[in-house]
């Protein structure tokens, strides 16, 4: 199968200031992108989604960013609150509708 | 704002017995996902359904597995014969169009014992 990771599987911040969470993907036709948050006992919820012919996009308080040379993603939020400790997980489809999860990183924001 | 629904939320079966997860998927759309996630551990995809067929699945979705969508609102997974590997999360998901941003479900725990 196709292969999402993740370089960090915890990340503390303090609250207010910027997280930036890190995936790497492993095939560069992958065409679309999107990082979910899940909360315990949830299900995936959609932040931001970009596709591969843009590097950046930006929502209400997070970026993604792509660099496609090294096939890595991020996600930056910026100002973190408490509401936003969770899991959030990068996702990547390579054509089709299948989409490849990787295995998270837990945010912790601490007040 | 439109949501997909799940039920029920918890399932506890023993094993072989056969359960059906129920999902609404938000009512626009037109394509039908089941993704499972086993504790701990990545979210991982079943199946896709679109205009009544199934267009994609995983090694996963053996033939145990089954899905259907019996009205114009529901959206079901059929496990037959579960197996105790088969405890889970499991996440039912929906889209607009082939390929678009996919929204999920709160989820069923179904638990095998």
């Known amino acids: 199968g196709e292969s999402v990771g993740l370089h960090l599987p915890t990340l503390s911040v303090q609250e207010g200031d910027n997280s930036i969470i890190n995936c790497a993907y492993s095939n560069s036709a992958s065409d679309y992108f999107i990082w979910y948050k899940q909360e315990s006992g949830k299900g995936p919820q959609f932040i931001i989604d970009?596709?591969?012919?843009?590097d950046k996009r930006q929502g209400q308080r997070v970026t993604v960013l792509l660099n496609k040379t090294v096939k890595h993603l991020s996600l930056q939020i910026a100002a973190t609150q408490p509401g936003d400790s969770a899991v959030y997980f990068c996702a990547e489809k390579l054509g089709g509708n299948q989409f490849y999860f990787g295995t998270g990183t837990s945010l912790t924001v601490i007040p | 704002e439109p949501e997909v629904t799940q039920t029920p939320s918890h399932q506890v079966t023993q094993m072989g017995q056969e359960v059906i997860l129920r999902c609404v998927p938000i009512s626009n759309h037109l394509y039908f996902y089941w993704y499972r996630q086993i504790l701990g551990q990545k979210v991982e995809f079943l199946v896709s359904f679109y205009n009544n067929e199934i267009s994609e699945k995983s090694e996963i979705f053996d033939d145990r597995f089954s899905v259907e969508r019996p009205d114009g609102s529901n959206f079901t997974l059929k496990i037959r014969s579960t197996k105790l590997e088969d405890s889970a999360m499991y996440f039912c998901?929906?889209?607009?169009?082939?390929?678009?941003?996919?929204?999920f479900g709160p989820g069923t725990r179904l638990l095998v014992l």
């Open positions: 970009i596709r591969s012919n843009m």
């Open positions: 998901a929906s889209s607009a169009l082939a390929g678009e941003t996919q929204y």
